[in-house]
């Protein structure tokens, strides 16, 4: 009986310890790791006539991009509204992850697009890709060298283009990504589903990356912010910052560089760099996008050196209209452009109208804050702007 008794005992064991295991070994499929057939039908993937269900990693490496934590935050100007606008008013939203280039778009970037629309577009478009370099020029002082130079002599190669509207920043961005995707495309041996389609590849291989885009004016500005370096214990702050580094001052108070400017501005009328042996923003235009140290994300030149393009028509009171999650502007709903009247020159607000921040080397520190906002013609182009791009980091949740 006591041998019965020992057996079944010993069995009861051996059937739970069985059943642990196999609990254990159960695994749910996720994105990186789905199992050979459907959870819903228990048809098998990637059979001949079957459903395909490519090999995935993780989004690829993104060429010169780096990752923003997404998060609540506490948009809007922090600087006295001394135009009066009222047009960024504080309130609380979240803005989930992204990826943004960490520097300014290139003259050698540009170049780099020129190169390859001159080569495979037509005359026309390639045309009107060109920057407009008389945005230099002035009837009443010689910027004439910028003219000539700044665009194409190797020595301005890595300072921000400008010249550029908003339109053209958009084709930039879709032209990048068809060119990444392409040699993506290629390392992943997938050439040639594109050259027999033509058709580009499509975003279910997981070897091609999201659009490259101009990233949201909340985007810019949550970003600019990088208050990630402000937390401590549970998502306290212990404080909000006026411009992309900690304090209210201009200068750097530490290091070998204690006393040089943060910021590529004008100090005021007239002084845009200081005096002749003690340059101390070193920048009478534009500088190398790299030149300042970057903000806690690791974004360079959030504030000064050229202003930047981003996807939102204006209106005055977006602040208090768009969504509280990942929120944009880029239609006339609930503001429309008729109530502004353009047409009757009461206002230069309509639909074509677009969003640029950051401050410029022709800027006041004013203009330097995040919060801070003006706008222009999509179309227009000046020697104070230019853009960088952004991307969603997609399979992600937050």
């Known amino acids: 009986m006591n041998k019965i008794v020992s057996f079944i005992k010993g069995t009861t064991v051996l059937v739970c310890s069985l059943a642990i295991l196999a609990s254990c070994s159960k695994k ?3 994105a990186v790791n789905p199992g050979p057939m459907s959870k819903t039908t228990g048809l098998e993937y990637n059979t001949e006539d079957g459903f395909q269900v490519n090999d995935y990693s993780g989004m690829p490496d993104i060429p010169n991009m780096v990752f923003i934590e997404g998060g609540r935050s506490t948009l809007g100007s922090l600087e006295e509204d001394v135009m009066g606008f009222h047009d960024n008013m504080k309130r609380t939203v979240t803005v989930s992850s992204f990826y943004m280039d960490e520097t300014e778009t290139t003259n050698t970037a540009y170049l780099e697009y020129l190169f390859y629309v001159k080569r495979d577009s037509s005359r026309e478009f390639y045309e009107y890709a060109l920057p407009d370099t008389t945005v230099w020029a002035n009837d009443l002082a010689f910027n004439d060298s910028y003219v000539d130079n700044y665009l194409r002599y190797p020595g301005f190669r890595f300072y921000p283009v400008v010249g550029v509207s908003w339109v053209q920043a958009n084709d930039y961005s879709k032209w990048r990504t068809k060119i990444v995707n392409q040699k993506l495309a290629e390392e992943a041996g ?73 910021a590529n501005f004008k100090r005021g009328r007239g002084d845009y760099a200081g005096i002749a042996g003690n340059l101390n923003d070193g920048a009478m235009i ?91 013609e999509q179309d227009s182009s000046t020697a104070t702007i230019g853009f960088r791009c952004a991307m969603i980091r997609a399979g992600s949740n937050h």
């Open 28 to 30: 749910h499929p996720t």
């Open 190 to 262: 997938l050439e040639e589903y594109a050259a027999e389609t033509g058709e580009s590849i499509p975003l279910e291989t997981g070897a091609v990356l999201p659009e490259f885009r101009l990233p949201t004016e909340a985007e810019w500005e949550y970003a600019a912010m990088g208050l990630i370096g402000t937390q401590w214990n549970d998502e306290n702050q212990t404080h909000q910052r006026l411009y992309p580094w900690d304090g209210h001052a201009l200068r750097n108070p530490y290091g070998k560089k204690m006393g040089y400017f943060l």
């Open 286 to 376: 534009t500088d190398y996008v790299y030149e300042y140290p970057p903000n806690d994300f690791g974004l360079y030149n959030m504030a000064g050196n050229v202003n930047e393009w981003v996807q939102d028509i204006y209106r005055p009171l977006s602040s208090m209209d768009v969504n509280d999650l990942n929120p944009v502007r880029n239609s006339e709903t609930f503001d429309q452009a008729s109530d502004y009247d353009k047409e009757g020159y009461n206002s230069l607000i309509d639909n074509s109208v677009r969003v640029y921040k950051g401050g410029s080397w022709a800027d006041v520190a004013y203009w330097l804050s995040p919060g801070t906002r003006r706008y222009l």
